[in-house]
């Protein structure tokens, strides 16, 4: 295999400092490739049939991924979208745990249904506040504001104890934390973030059994034969997850097919060390200018408190970053380097 250096190299080329993979990736030049091939197959009249290959290919990368065989998997467009048929399944009057301040994509269908008691608690409680009744555990592998790890074999053993489903979004862990989506319920991630895919793509983990969820949004791309199921009712939906798919983004799919490549050949463990080393970095020469941010062990995303109004001043100087509720937020990925994270520290000590 090509080392690391040489296959970033070769995938990717910022104009600036980019430190804002918790937003949204940098797209390899393969996937660029594949987008624009995708878009000139339609522009010139020939069949899509390699596009849907592409969706069914992406299926089976995130499932490898993910440790789940591919018939658990459904492919969508957003988390959103998925959490809403968690939410369908669930009786008036189900309880469901989630963590304070959560990505709004994992908890607002919970609240929008209206019949059900959604209780939330802080991250580092959640496990602890599992009790008889609680029908659902929804939260984030990883907060998007500050980058904090949820503890997941804690709130797995918890669930268990008390009869409770888990519904798991790894959208800010899929790519650089290893999954084991099998040993919860369900689980989502959308791909534009450590997937390093376009936009328009999302995973959705379900049971064996299929979770009991309710088919709400089947059309004939969920039929056990989808191109016999484009008129009238669907006769057979498909015995698998895929009976939750929705109608693919193509586009997106056939650049997500070589970005999941991109990822399987490089292998999470390695982007994880990568990764994490510079995060830690970071954290050391924030302590050196008495910069303490939130504690966040072992994740690639850094939040730095009072810091946030920096943000604009920073892009302008060609630095990438977000302003999350007050907070710098800095994320680094494959595709950054010491050189990256020493930029920015220098730009917060001028």
Excluded at 89 to 102: I, K, R
Excluded at 247 to 252: D, I, V
């Amino acid at each position: 295999m090509e080392t690391f250096e040489n296959l970033v190299r070769a995938e990717f080329t910022p104009k600036n400092t980019y430190l804002n993979t918790a937003s949204n990736a940098l797209l390899p030049a393969r996937a660029v490739a594949a987008v624009q091939n995708a878009v000139r197959l339609r522009a010139e009249g020939r069949s899509l049939d390699p596009l849907f290959a592409d969706v069914e290919a992406c299926r089976g990368a995130y499932a490898r991924l993910a440790g789940v065989p591919a018939g658990r998997v459904a492919a969508g467009a957003t988390a959103a979208l998925h959490t809403s048929l968690i939410a369908a399944s669930l009786q008036p009057g189900a309880e469901v745990l989630t963590a304070e301040d959560d990505f709004t994509s994992v908890l607002n269908a919970f609240h929008t249904r209206g019949d059900l008691k959604v209780r939330a608690v802080p991250l580092e409680r959640l496990a602890d506040s599992v009790r008889p009744g609680t029908a659902l555990v929804a939260v984030s592998a990883a907060q998007s504001a500050d980058g904090r790890i949820a503890d997941l074999p804690a709130l797995r053993e918890a669930a268990r104890t008390h009869g409770a489903r888990t519904y798991v979004d790894f959208s800010q862990a899929a790519g650089w934390l290893p999954m084991e989506a099998g040993a919860f319920d369900y689980s989502v991630s959308i791909t534009y973030k450590w997937l390093l895919g376009p936009h328009g793509a999302a995973f959705l983990v379900v049971p064996e059994d299929l979770g009991d969820l309710p088919p709400v949004q089947a059309s004939w791309v969920g039929a056990e034969q989808p191109w016999a199921s484009c008129y009238g009712p669907v006769a057979e939906l498909a015995g698998s997850a895929r009976r939750f798919d929705s109608s693919p983004a193509l586009f997106s799919y056939a650049g997500l097919r070589a970005s999941l490549e991109l990822v399987e050949e490089i292998g999470v463990d390695i982007v994880r060390a990568h990764d994490l080393a510079l995060a830690d970095r970071f954290r050391a020469g924030l302590a050196e200018r008495g910069h303490t941010p939130v504690p966040a062990p072992g994740s690639p995303i850094v939040s730095v408190p009072g810091l946030g109004r920096l943000q604009p001043e920073l892009a302008e100087a060609g630095i990438q970053v977000s302003d999350r509720a007050g907070n710098l937020r800095a994320s680094f990925h494959l595709y950054n380097t010491a050189d990256d994270v020493d930029r920015l520290l220098e730009a917060l000590s001028g």
